[in-house]
């Protein structure tokens, strides 16, 4: 844009600022431009000269500096609490103890005192026979007849504020750390400053024109628009950014999964955070010495420490299951089941807690539900662990479930999550058989995402269940980091405006 068209497209305010500073030598304070060319308001003159420096009219440079001010001047009568030891003592012939400051000064105030005497090394503190006891130093005995830097700083400062380039950054820092003497206030200083553009544009014959910034109803009615003049509109100019106000990305992309489960037939289900281990455990047929058990991955509850088991009849099942295998045919695990074990209340781990909750009430077919919800390991925090996320978890029960039917549907759910290539390979998990490990290709690799299987007889017969019931896991937070390509597990949770802002709707 050359010098005519910008000349053209300058707005009253932005004439009147150009013309003030030069009245004013080219240089001056926004407060001095706002006296200096006749303006209503000082948010007239930043704004006018936010626009003359996106067009390269007008140099704004800010500097901010700190200034002090004393917050109570009784201060100075008291004394400061080193100070009114060292008088003590000097009084006691420049020894005494404890018990004298302790009568002479409040408890805070002896205590800030010893700190005091320390640091400036004005007196000793020493134990002798049981006593604490304060001598003077010769720094103490020469400050008697002296004021001290941070006393003669608070007097300046009782006088009126002073800028941080007028003081001594060590006595200040020290005045800082104490509470309630000094205040601190950051003050920015502005100055606008002619450019050579600037400068040209007034040669050019700069006037101030009143001017109309937009075309209403009422003048195109009645004619007005021909007796006013219209500002023009310049599609190049700058303006601000505006971010509409949106969902958080892991609402949205947890809103999309929901739309795509749902519209393949599932029910989304949830349950309690906090469950007995049988739920989370004993009832998936994992042995009670299973090592997820450990403090090290679960989270047990110290109050309530214990919850109740709801159906006599399952918890049976469960613990025949366990010692025996019941009538599945299955050895079971060979030890003698524990129900105080069974009882303890903990924070889930997973959220299969959900689907085989879910199969205990409804073991007839067809059951086809999903959750995505929150679980709880104890992990140690870093890019790719959390001590809380977010699960994923399925199932389907039906008379015809197949192992080739979970696979369809887990391809299927990945292929509308944007994932053209998905392939399984054998896992293991204790309560599914087969299992399988679930991976997708991403920019050229493959990556691991969840994992599924068929529950084994000893998961489904305590319940009844007499179909195959098909199961699969997925992590919540890895889909996300891939569609966002993060590294880092945190970036999803952490306060980020800016990345909010930008994150892409769609």
């Known amino acids: 844009m050359n010098a005519s068209e910008i000349l053209a497209g300058l707005s009253a305010n932005e004439s009147k600022l150009l013309l003030a500073l030069d009245r004013l030598h080219g240089t001056a304070a926004p407060g001095q431009v706002f006296e200096a060319g006749g303006f209503s308001q000082l948010v007239e003159v930043m704004n006018a000269g936010s626009w003359l420096q996106s067009k390269g009219a007008v140099a704004i440079s800010e500097v901010a500096r700190k200034v002090y001010s004393i917050k109570d001047g009784s201060v100075l009568q008291r004394g400061l609490p080193e100070r009114r030891a060292i008088r003590l003592l000097a009084d006691k012939g420049g020894e005494g103890d404890m018990a004298d400051l302790a009568a002479e000064l409040s408890k805070e105030e002896t205590s800030i005192a010893l700190g005091w005497l320390r640091k400036k090394n004005l007196a000793t503190i020493s134990k002798v026979d049981g006593r604490t006891v304060l001598r003077l130093t010769d720094d103490g005995r020469a400050a008697l007849d002296r004021p001290m830097a941070d ?163 399952i918890i049976e099942r469960v613990c025949a299951m366990h010692e025996t295998g019941g009538d599945t045919g299955s050895k079971g695990w060979r030890y003698r089941w524990c129900r105080q074990e069974s009882e303890r209340a903990l924070l889930r781990t997973h959220t299969t807690v959900n689907t085989i909750r879910h199969l205990w009430r409804h073991p007839e077919p067809p059951v086809k539900v999903f959750s995505l919800s929150k679980v709880f390991r104890k992990e140690a925090i870093d890019a790719t662990h959390l001590p809380e996320f977010t699960q994923i978890e399925g199932i389907i029960m039906e008379e015809n479930a197949s192992f080739d039917m979970l696979c369809g549907v887990i391809k299927e759910f990945y292929r509308r999550m944007g994932f053209k290539n998905v392939r399984f390979r054998p896992g293991y998990f204790p309560y599914v058989e087969p299992g399988l490990e679930v991976e997708v290709e991403f920019k050229g690799r493959w990556l691991e995402l969840g994992g599924a299987g068929v529950f084994r007889p000893e998961v489904t017969a305590p319940f009844g269940v007499k179909h195959p019931v098909l199961a699969f896991g997925m992590g919540f937070e890895r889909l996300a980091m891939l569609r966002w390509d993060l590294k880092d597990l945190r970036d999803l949770y952490i306060s980020d405006v800016d990345m909010l802002r930008t994150s892409p709707i769609l």
């Open 151 to 313: 006393e003669v700083l608070l007097e300046q400062l009782a006088r009126g504020e002073m800028s941080e380039d007028e003081l001594d950054k060590a006595v200040i820092a020290a005045l800082r750390s104490r509470q309630d003497l000094v205040a601190e206030r950051l003050v920015v200083t502005r100055t606008m400053e002619l450019t050579d553009l600037g400068r040209e544009l007034i040669g050019m014959g700069l006037e101030v024109k009143d001017e109309v910034a937009q075309l209403t109803p009422e003048m195109i009615q009645t004619g007005k628009w021909k007796d006013v003049q219209l500002r023009r509109y310049d599609v190049r100019t700058f303006a601000p950014a505006v971010y509409p106000g949106k969902k958080h990305p892991l609402t949205r992309i947890a809103d999309e999964m929901r739309a795509i489960f749902v519209d393949m037939g599932f029910t989304e289900i949830d349950e309690e955070y906090v469950q007995p281990a049988f739920w989370n455990m004993d009832a998936l047929f994992t042995p009670q010495d299973h090592p997820a058990r450990e403090l090290q991955d679960t989270f047990y509850l110290k109050n309530p420490c214990r919850m109740e088991l709801e159906d006599e009849d």
